[in-house]
């Protein structure tokens, strides 16, 4: 008992070594909790200058988005395709209905009589002068489910 009072009665230059510690402790303290809000303080600069990138890039998502949504306008699309391709909507006559769906495979599987065979030399001179030409062409035949 005697060494620990020994230790709060003990004096350095005139002052008791507990009392210095406090002090030192304290002001331990003092600059660490200044230091903690200088990195708060930063911490909260760059939360702002991120909540800020973040509006800037919602703002640009939604510009984008309706970019996109005047894009794709459906009237859009189809005054594009018939200016540029040549493109028109399906006439009611080129429509199937699924009742038909097996005379119209029966034709198209049939050999057209029509074609007449080309020579191999012709063939390949037709290819090489209009290679769109010999291509195939789509069908152009909509399939409509038949109302009960």
């Given at each position: 008992?005697?060494?620990?009072?020994?230790?709060?009665?003990?004096?350095?230059?005139?002052?008791?070594?507990?009392?210095?510690?406090?002090?030192?402790?304290?002001?331990?303290?003092?600059?660490?909790?200044?230091?903690?809000?200088?990195?708060?303080?930063?911490?909260?600069?760059?939360?702002?200058?991120?909540?800020?990138?973040?509006?800037?890039?919602?703002?640009?998502?939604?510009?984008?988005?309706?970019?996109?949504?005047?894009?794709?306008?459906?009237?859009?699309?189809?005054?594009?395709?018939?200016?540029?391709?040549?493109?028109?909507?399906?006439?009611?006559?080129?429509?199937?209905?699924?009742?038909?769906?097996?005379?119209?495979?029966?034709a198209l599987s049939a050999p057209d009589k029509?074609?007449?065979?080309?020579?191999?030399?012709?063939?390949?001179?037709?290819?090489?002068?209009?290679?769109?030409?010999?291509?195939?062409?789509?069908?152009?035949?909509?399939?409509?489910?038949?109302?009960?």
């Amino acid at each position: 008992m005697r060494g620990v009072s020994g230790l709060f009665n003990r004096r350095v230059r005139g002052i008791r070594l507990v009392e210095l510690v406090g002090v030192v402790l304290a002001v331990g303290m003092m600059m660490w909790v200044g230091f903690s809000k200088v990195r708060e303080g930063e911490s909260v600069r760059r939360l702002n200058t991120l909540n800020a990138q973040i509006a800037v890039e919602e703002a640009a998502i939604k510009e984008l988005q309706v970019r996109v949504a005047h894009l794709e306008r459906p009237a859009r699309i189809e005054a594009l395709a018939t200016q540029h391709l040549g493109m028109t909507p399906v006439k009611p006559e080129r429509e199937a209905r699924l009742e038909n769906l097996p005379e119209i495979s029966k034709a198209l599987s049939a050999p057209d009589k029509a074609v007449k065979p080309v020579a191999p030399s012709q063939a390949t001179a037709q290819a090489s002068a209009d290679p769109v030409a010999t291509a195939p062409a789509p069908s152009l035949i909509t399939i409509t489910e038949a109302n009960p």
